[in-house]
T-cell receptor, first 112, second 113 residues
């Protein structure tokens, strides 16, 4: 079955700097890759996603890149702000949304 | 508020108790899910319901019993749980299974003593 790894497990950056979180997946049939943000006391919230027919997607300060050959995808956050502090989860699925496999999460701390 | 409401937010129960978790969504979604989130472990899918019908049971022990009376409500009935079942239980919904992205509730923090 699918296996999703995520690195780093914790990440601290200064406010205004960029943050990058990387995920690798094992099943080449996976075709949909969402990223979720989970703030303290809340459930995960979808922040950006990418499908396998696209190499990069951007939404304001966040972007996701996908390398299908290497089977990895990354979340990029620019100009980080304290409110970006949260746990970020990547996920992969086949059949565009069925049977998500989640990564273990990255705890991002943005220091003022 | 995401549109998916879970109650209670916190629950402490003994191993011999019977309790139920409730999830409600008013997003018009037809698929609902139960996930278990334990410390330092990836989110684990437990159950999937699509149009009130259970379509997936991810090898979950029988001490967890789901119920989906309609597309807007999902329950997780708990009985004779173990301390290792302590976790955050998250409910999610989507337009249908196979739909892009889920909307999660805030979860029920369950502690089994």
């Amino acid at each position: 079955g699918e296996n999703v790894e995520q690195h780093p497990s914790t990440l601290s950056v200064q406010e205004g700097d960029s943050a990058v979180i990387k995920c690798t997946y094992s099943d080449s049939a996976s075709n949909y890759f969402p990223w979720y943000k989970q703030e303290l006391g809340k459930g995960p919230q979808l922040i950006i996603d990418i499908r396998s027919n696209v190499g990069e997607k951007k939404d304001q300060r966040i972007a996701v890149t996908l390398n299908k050959t290497a089977k990895h995808f990354s979340l990029h956050i620019t100009e980080t702000q304290p409110e970006d502090s949260a746990v970020y989860f990547c996920a992969a699925s086949k059949n565009y949304g069925q049977n998500f496999v989640f990564g273990p999460g990255t705890r991002l701390s943005v220091l003022p | 508020e995401t549109g998916v409401t879970q109650t209670p937010r916190h629950l402490v129960m003994g191993m011999t108790n019977k309790k139920s978790l409730k999830c409600e969504q008013h997003l018009g979604h037809n698929a609902m899910y139960w996930y278990k989130q334990s410390a330092k472990k990836p989110l684990e899918l437990m159950f999937v319901y699509n149009f009130k019908e259970q379509t997936e049971n991810n090898s979950v022990p029988s001490r967890f019993s789901p119920e989906c009376p309609n597309s807007s409500h999902l329950f997780l009935h708990l009985h004779t749980l173990q301390p290792e079942d302590s976790a955050l239980y998250l409910c999610a919904s989507s337009q249908q299974t196979g739909d892009y992205g889920y909307t999660f509730g805030s979860g029920t923090r369950l502690t089994v003593v």
